[in-house]
């Protein structure tokens, strides 16, 4: 890798806040739930802004927490939409925040930089989660 490219990939990583976090491959035919496969990339991405403590849009995704705070429960933006609907990803405020197609605030993640998009690999794992029926 050229130090060029090696120095974009850095920045991109610090810019996701993801410099340990792997997105896990998880097997077609495995049901994809929080608390295994999520759970690690919402801490690493999104606790940040998310505190129990200064939670931003009032949504807290500390350890534990994160389930119970977005599935079936309504959006503080968008008070007639849930934010997961478990199995109905196309109604899920949550998938809307993830491909940027937000008319309130911004895509998420933000970040210092402005709001990005997580890799694909990685939304893909949100969708497989929501049409999996949002397992805890
Ligand atoms: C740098 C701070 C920051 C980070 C990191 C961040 N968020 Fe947010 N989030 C916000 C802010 C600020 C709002 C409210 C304004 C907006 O929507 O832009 C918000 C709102 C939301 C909402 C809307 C909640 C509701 O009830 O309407 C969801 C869902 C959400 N964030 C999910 C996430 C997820 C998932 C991640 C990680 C992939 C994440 N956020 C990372 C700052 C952040």
């Known amino acids: 890798m050229s130090p060029r490219l090696a120095l974009?990939?850095?920045l991109g990583m610090a810019a996701l806040g993801c410099s340990d976090v792997e997105i896990p491959h998880v097997p077609e035919g495995v049901p994809v739930t929080y608390a295994d496969h999520l759970e690690?990339?919402?801490?690493?991405?999104?606790?940040?802004?998310?505190?129990?403590?200064?939670?931003?849009?009032k949504l807290v995704l500390e350890v534990g927490t994160g389930h119970g705070?977005?599935?079936?429960?309504?959006?503080?933006?968008?008070?007639?939409?849930?934010?997961?609907?478990?199995?109905?990803?196309?109604?899920?405020?949550?998938?809307?925040?993830?491909?940027?197609?937000?008319?309130?605030?911004?895509?998420?993640p933000r970040t210092v930089v402005g709001s990005i998009k997580l890799p694909d690999e990685e939304?893909?794992?949100?969708?497989?989660?929501?049409?999996?029926?949002?397992?805890?």
């Open 8 to 10: 974009a990939v850095m």
């Open 40 to 57: 690690p990339l919402v801490l690493a991405r999104c606790l940040s802004c998310h505190t129990a403590e200064e939670p931003e849009a």
């Open 69 to 108: 705070e977005m599935v079936g429960r309504a959006s503080t933006q968008v008070p007639e939409v849930l934010i997961v609907a478990p199995g109905d990803v196309e109604s899920s405020y949550l998938w809307r925040k993830l491909i940027h197609d937000v008319e309130i605030g911004r895509g998420m």
């Open 123 to 136: 939304i893909e794992l949100y969708r497989r989660w929501i049409e999996d029926g949002a397992l805890p």
